[in-house]
């Protein structure tokens, strides 16, 4: 399988703990601080390579950076896991994007973001000439990306398709953009759709687990997921529902924990697997994210995941 993951790219700054903000004009101290690669297209895109990597799968990052040192560093960490670079491109006159994540003692998290480079992603970016080299695309974060959100996003999604290509969704809550507007126009045209709760009740209208799959589905998805944390995650198809439980596991944060949750899940459904085996395997590979600090460190093998879920 050849898989392309597009969307946000970033420098993901990790603090913790930090369980309240310092007063006005003065500081606070933590224990631990990471500068790793972030983003959720460029955390799937190292998801999608270490899951492919026993059966010699590729995984590229479509993007953009900042002509800067962090873009650079970015660029040489992505291509250091294995990651097909090509498509990332430098933007020379923006700063690569910065999410800034605050994990909290429980292993919470909230984020300060600067989106850079990002904002520049637009539809031109990923011509047919790129997707064609591709089995299945992954658009991750559409939400915090105003050129490919919407009928850019739907733009692209149709011609992928088209190419013979699937199609998978992952979007983010990007207030006080309208989600919903952002994210409709697209799922016509995908294959996945992979928000958790507050992402999904944002995009479609309704509160129950039962009623967003059900209004997922309505939009011509062949399969609708949504990551419920501590519950585990509920998948659907037209023909077939199932609840997953989540693995009791020691978090130490939940930082790339759903892009690991998400690239999981493409991997199983393109392997023709039931709804309670994907469920299983993403969910596995969502705990296991969970249990190392930032979004990479606690990305798992296929083999790895099948050992902890013990399938």
């Not at 309505?218 to 037209?238: C, D, F, H, N, P």
């Amino acid at each position: 399988m050849r898989v392309l993951s597009a969307g946000f790219v970033c420098g993901d700054l990790v603090l913790r703990p930090v369980d309240s903000l310092p007063p006005a004009d003065g500081n606070l101290f933590v224990e631990q601080a990471a500068l790793t690669i972030g983003g959720c297209a460029a955390n799937a895109a190292v998801a999608f390579r270490r899951l492919l990597a026993e059966e010699g799968g590729v995984a590229a990052i479509a993007g953009r950076v900042g002509d800067d040192p962090l873009g650079r560093l970015l660029r040489d960490a992505l291509a250091a896991e294995g990651v097909d670079t090509a498509a990332l491109l430098a933007t020379p006159d923006v700063a690569t994007a910065v999410n800034t994540a605050l994990v909290t003692s429980s292993g919470g998290r909230s984020f300060y973001v600067f989106p850079g480079a990002c904002a520049r992603l637009g539809p031109d970016d990923l011509p047919d000439s790129l997707l064609m080299q591709f089995d299945h695309l992954h658009l991750a974060a559409i939400g915090a990306l105003p050129g490919l959100a919407g009928d850019a996003a739907a733009d692209v999604a149709c011609r992928a398709r088209a190419l013979g290509l699937t199609v998978s969704l992952d979007i983010t809550l990007n207030p006080p953009r309208d989600t919903a507007a952002d994210v409709l126009p697209l799922l016509p045209h995908v294959d996945l759709f992979l928000p958790n709760l507050a992402e999904a009740q944002a995009a479609l209208g309704g509160q129950e687990v039962d009623e967003l799959l059900s209004r997922g589905l309505a939009y011509g998805v062949r399969l609708m997921g949504l990551k419920l944390g501590e519950r585990g995650s509920a998948l659907a198809t037209r023909d077939r529902r199932a609840v997953v439980p989540a693995f009791p596991v020691a978090v130490v944060d939940t930082v790339g924990a759903g892009d690991a949750w998400s690239a999981a899940v493409v991997y199983g459904w393109r392997h023709g697997w039931s709804l309670e085996r994907i469920g299983r395997f993403a969910n596995a590979a969502g705990a296991l994210a969970t249990m190392q600090p930032g979004a990479i460190a606690g990305l798992a093998t296929a083999a790895e995941i099948r050992r902890f879920a013990g399938l």
